[in-house]
């Protein structure tokens, strides 16, 4: 595998602790935009859903995602499926969309390593020995990208973000201010949804 495909020190500082998963995601996310033609996303172009969801291991996959791709949490360019699966599509509205999928023969001869005796005992990667998760890293990174991912592009993919809106309004019970999108009334006043009583 190239060096370009394995995160910078960075990467593995804004994420937390080391593990596998935050660099097949960030392999995931990189090849992804290649495979698309485009650059790391500065503004807001490049969407990512990841089929994951919650309460299953390998999340970390989304962390390497973000960064790889610059279609982060706070750019509102990442939204999870919640399909349960190890798994994301890439799209770029000029360019199309491509999904990747680990493939299940490498996450069964992944589970074989040390690393996970540790993760199913409940241990966090920070307190796994360091040479246990170095292992598991440095074998992710000897497989080749055709071992770890199906690749499938996805013509028909479409999606269209919601239109952006400065619009905003102060709450009329505690004054604070609301985007109107999510601004609710009540006996005719505007409130903000906590204020309303209102489960959304
Ligand atoms: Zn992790
Ligand atoms: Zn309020």
């Known amino acids: 595998m190239t060096t370009e495909l394995i995160p910078p020190e960075w990467a593995f500082e804004f994420h937390g602790h080391r593990c596998p998963f935050m660099p097949i995601g960030y392999r995931m996310g990189k090849l992804a935009i290649q495979n698309l033609g485009v650059e790391r996303e500065v503004d807001h172009g490049l969407f ?23 279609a982060t949490y706070g750019k509102v360019l990442i939204a999870k499926t919640f399909y349960g699966k190890l798994a994301a599509t890439f799209y770029q509205p000029q360019k199309g969309a491509v999904r990747y999928a680990l493939n299940p023969d490498f996450i069964d001869a ?33 497989q080749s990208d055709e071992t770890l991912f199906k690749v499938e592009p996805k013509p028909d993919f479409t999606f269209t973000p919601v239109k952006g809106s400065f619009n905003k ?31 959304k």
């Open 48 to 70: 990512v859903f990841p089929e994951l969801g919650e309460g299953h291991p390998q999340t970390c996959m989304m962390d390497g995602m973000q960064i790889a791709t610059g």
């Open 169 to 199: 309004t102060k709450c009329s019970v505690c004054g604070e201010y609301v985007f109107d999108r999510y601004l609710r009334m009540k006996d005719g006043q505007p409130v903000c949804i906590p204020c309303s009583g209102y489960g």
């Open 110 to 142: 992944m589970g074989k390593f040390e690393f996970f005796i540790y993760r199913k005992k409940g241990i966090e990667p920070s307190h796994i020995p360091a040479a246990v998760v170095v292992e598991i890293i440095n074998w992710v990174y000897e």
